[in-house]
Structure formats: structure tokens, C-alpha cells
């Protein structure tokens, strides 16, 4: 071990390494020290465990690594997802409201198929080649939207 710790040699931590969890975590120890008590300490970040009972273990590192990885590649793919979804609905409704103005139907009545009709009588509404489509990113290849 270096001075800096950790194969550190200026004494600074890499920004990959999982360090201790910060306050507005919370997240304390799930370990119990040998009188049975639990253990008061914060746990490293994305992991369960401080670095006293098994957090400064590479493997328990790099998991903890994964995880919060994971968990803030899921959050930043559903804000992506309900982006989306939003601008799917108002695409929609923008539809829906051509359709009504063109026939005279009120928009709470129409339906798919006069859609379908007013597109092919007067080519309008745009169809769904125009709709908004969600941004494919390779981070988000395990991560799918909801069913």
C-alpha cells in the first residue's frame, strides 16, 4: 500500500473508486460487530457493507461499483422513457384534434379507425413516421421499458 492508499501515488483517489457513502446516503453497515451490536458505520457507495467488514475487498468494490452504476443508468433511462412518453401523448392528442376538425366528430369520439380514414381520404394527420421516437443510447442496452 502507498502512501496516498490504494496504488494512489499523489495521495488522491480515482474518481472509479468506490469510496465511503455520503451523508445524504445514509446507508449505514448491515454487519454486526462481535458484541452483536450493528455497526454505526456508513457503507461505501452501491454497497451494504463498510470498509471494516469487507468493503475495501476488490470484488466487493467493483460490485458496489456495478450497482450504483446500474442504479443511476436506470434512473436516467426512465426520465428519458417519461420524456418520451409525453411527447408520444401530445403527438397524439395533436392527431386526434385534425381528425376531429376535419370530420366533425368531437374529439372524445374519435377513434384509430378515423384516424386511419382521414389519412387516407386527405393525407392528414402525418402518420406515424413523424411520431417522436425515443433516443437508442448503448448505455441503456440491459435496461428496457416498462411493459
Not at 448491515?30 to 458484541?35: E, I, L, V
Not at 401523448?89 to 386526434?96: C, F, P, S, V, Y
Amino acid at each position: 500500500m502507498t502512501a496516498g492508499g490504494f496504488g494512489s501515488t499523489h495521495g488522491t483517489v480515482p474518481a472509479y473508486r468506490v469510496t465511503v457513502a455520503r451523508v445524504r446516503q445514509a446507508r449505514q453497515c448491515s454487519a454486526r460487530r462481535t458484541n452483536g451490536e450493528p455497526c454505526r458505520a456508513f457503507a461505501i457507495v452501491g454497497g451494504t457493507v463498510c470498509r471494516t467488514h469487507g468493503g475495501a475487498a476488490p470484488q466487493v468494490r467493483h460490485a458496489a461499483y456495478v450497482a450504483e452504476f446500474e442504479r443511476r443508468e436506470r434512473r436516467h433511462f426512465d426520465v428519458i422513457y417519461e420524456r418520451w412518453r409525453q411527447e408520444y401523448a401530445e403527438w397524439q392528442t395533436g392527431r386526434i384534434f385534425v381528425v376531429a376538425k376535419l370530420t366533425g366528430i368531437p374529439p372524445e369520439r374519435v377513434t384509430a379507425f378515423d384516424v386511419g380514414w382521414c389519412r387516407g381520404l386527405y393525407g392528414a394527420p402525418a402518420g406515424e413516421e413523424t411520431a417522436p421516437t425515443m433516443r437508442r443510447d448503448r448505455r441503456f442496452r440491459s435496461v428496457q421499458p416498462p411493459r
